[in-house]
T-cell receptor
Framework: DAGVTQTPRHEVAEKGQTIILKCEPV?????LFWYRQTKIQGLELLSY????????DGGAFKDRFKAEMLNSSFSTLKIQPTEPKDSAVYLC????????????FGPGTRLTVL | GQGVEQPAKLMSVEGTFARVNCTYS??????LSWYQQREGQAPVFLSY????GLKDSGHFSTFLSRSNGYSYLLLTELQIKDSASYLC?????????????FGDGTVLTVKP
């Protein structure tokens, strides 16, 4: 079984650019999460989908962050426009309804905004 | 993480043990999970507890006290490779949701 995959693994963007991060969850999982992780803030939830429906959009991240899930096997996170403070690791995770306590994380995308 | 607190750092010695503490104060409680995150890698699920008491799983054991909003992860016979960040995560709701509230993690350093 393939785990969660994320692309790209690394992204460097200029301030003001638009970037799109991609995630493929574990096949059959109903829940998908986008997180941002920094040493200072820890893990912050950006978006949460259940069966492709947006359950939570992370409040403070609404303005420039938009996650979409057009089908059950693919999700994107768009950041527009990027700012230097967006430099972080972006993690995608998925879990199944039968055992929501175990989230499977992808390897992450390390974003650097110059 | 809001409502879930962990000490930032912990240090121990190879061959001994380490106890990683976690306290929480969230609305409702469905259970608590522990994750390990090595430097530069993604978090990996270790254990899930929902009942009070000690759950012995060999190298990793977990304890939960729901009335005190407290849990710990106990690592025994420490190895250098156990050096990592350990995150606890609470499912704070009584409704059907997969969302977890994560603590900021405790960085465990195991010295020779």
């Amino acid at each position: 079984d393939a785990g969660v995959t994320q692309t790209p693994r690394h992204e460097v963007a200029e301030k003001g650019q638009t970037i799109i991060l991609k995630c493929e969850p574990v096949s059959g999982h109903n829940d998908l999460f986008w997180y941002r992780q920094t040493k200072i803030q820890g893990l912050e939830l950006l978006s949460y989908f259940r069966s492709k429906s947006l359950m939570e959009d992370g409040g403070a991240f609404k303005d420039r962050f938009k996650a979409e899930m057009l089908n059950s096997s693919f999700s994107t996170l768009k950041i527009q426009p990027t700012e230097p403070k967006d430099s972080a690791v972006y993690l995608c995770a998925s879990s199944g309804l039968a055992y929501y306590a175990e989230q499977f994380f992808g390897p992450g995308t390390r974003l650097t905004v110059l | 993480g809001q409502g879930v607190e962990q000490p930032a750092k912990l240090m121990s010695v190879e061959g001994t043990f380490a106890r990683v503490n976690c306290t929480y104060s969230t609305s409702g409680f469905n259970g608590l999970s522990w994750y390990q995150q090595r430097e530069g890698q993604a978090p990996v699920f270790l254990s899930y507890v929902v009942l009070d008491g000690l759950k012995d799983s060999g190298h990793f054991s977990t304890f939960l006290s729901r009335s005190n909003g407290y849990s710990y992860l106990l690592l025994t016979e420490l190895q250098i490779k156990d050096s990592a960040s350990y995150l606890c995560a609470v499912s704070p709701y009584n409704t059907n949701t997969g969302k977890l509230t994560f603590g900021d993690g405790t960085v465990l350093t195991v010295k020779p």
